[in-house]
């Protein structure tokens, strides 16, 4: 075996806990994430299987939408993200990884929890895009609380708005523009199956994004537009450390995980690209559509679960 077969086959060559405290104001930035995540910006390699298409990807700027951002432009597509105006620095890194592709990269700031922003936001991507085939509902809020009594109406109003809103928003908003063959892509949880107690108003909200995925997947159908969802477990991203988690929490972060450590980001795009890409290889043609897969909290469980997601057991 070649010394660098043996670096990728070694299970510990990634950052184990505990991890620093590390608390951050909401969003957070990735770049002050300690380890820093990864989000395949040296290991995802493209195919070329979504040249031509255009993609916009709410939260792009880090996390899971940024590892979703370039593993499309490394595919080929053209890509726009959005994210909040003080996150400004990490979508700066985004872009500058899309445009290395040699794709057309746009970013849009702006608050999803507006209506009024979120159609602007559509319209000016496919403005700026030549058009629109992808549309990745990403963005999200969590912020714990402990208890229901302190949970208040202005928190559970801004999950609630961020989290179930504006994908419905988003959607209305692209219709005007998808064609056949379009997709639209949601980002539950596991959270929607196994909710934490101090995740109440969270929890309900990715329950939610699986229910409008099944329901909007039935009525979208027909027209040639896929529908589906990813419920990934934990990742390492700046949704943790900044009130996703108590602090607590973040520093034995994955800890429970088989392999004692939280999986990867680039595990996300590089497992479950059949479902990130609109022409998925993976689900049986007569259930397209209609299919919502989860992405586990675990290596071990993963391929679990996407069998039973080709069952159709979602
Ligand atoms: P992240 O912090 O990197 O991404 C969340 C993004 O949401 C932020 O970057 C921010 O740009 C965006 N956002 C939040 N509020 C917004 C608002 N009002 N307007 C516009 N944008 C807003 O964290 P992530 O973990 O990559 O989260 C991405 C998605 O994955 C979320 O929907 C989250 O619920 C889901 N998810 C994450 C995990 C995990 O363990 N990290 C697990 C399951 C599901
Ligand atoms: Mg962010």
């Not at 993200?81 to 990490?90: K, Q, R, V």
């Not at 890409?277 to 993963?302: E, F, H, Y």
Request: charged residues 20%; contains cysteine; proline residues 8%.
């Amino acid at each position: 075996m070649t010394t660098s077969n043996k670096a990728i086959l070694d299970p510990d060559r990634f950052p184990k806990p505990p991890f620093r405290q590390q608390p951050q104001q909401a969003p957070g930035l990735a770049s002050e994430m300690d380890p820093p995540p990864d989000h395949g910006e040296t290991s995802y390699r493209g195919h070329g299987r979504l040249t031509g298409r255009k993609a916009l990807i709410t939260g792009g700027d880090s996390g899971i939408g940024r590892a979703v951002a370039i593993a499309y432009a490394r595919e080929g597509a053209d890509v726009a993200i959005n994210y909040l105006p003080e996150e400004e620095s990490d979508a700066a890194e985004v872009i500058k990884l899309i445009e290395a592709e040699g794709r057309k990269a746009v970013a849009i700031p702006g608050d999803l929890r507006s209506e009024a922003f979120c159609q602007k936001l559509v319209n000016e991507a496919a403005d700026k895009l030549g058009g629109l085939d992808i549309l990745v509902n990403n963005a999200g809020r969590q912020q714990f609380n402990e208890s229901i009594r302190t949970l208040s109406t202005e928190d559970f109003d801004a999950t609630f708005k961020t989290n179930v809103y504006a994908p419905f928003w988003l959607t209305k908003a692209a219709l005007a523009h998808l064609p056949r063959g379009a997709a639209i892509i949601n980002t539950s949880s596991v959270q929607a199956f196994k909710p934490s107690d101090i995740l109440l108003d969270y929890a309900q909200t990715k329950a939610c994004n699986v229910a409008f995925t099944k329901a909007l997947a039935k009525q979208l159908g027909p027209e040639g537009i896929r529908v589906n969802a990813v419920a990934p477990g934990p990742y390492w991203t700046p949704l943790q450390p900044s009130g996703g988690q108590p602090q607590e929490k973040v520093e034995q972060f994955g800890a429970d995980a088989p392999l004692g450590r939280p999986p990867v980001n680039r595990l996300k795009s590089h497992r479950s690209m059949s479902l990130w890409l609109p022409m998925s290889a993976v689900l049986p043609p007569a259930r397209c559509g209609v299919q919502t897969a989860v992405q586990a909290q675990c290596n071990a469980s993963i391929s679990v679960d996407m069998m039973a997601a080709l069952r159709g057991h979602f």
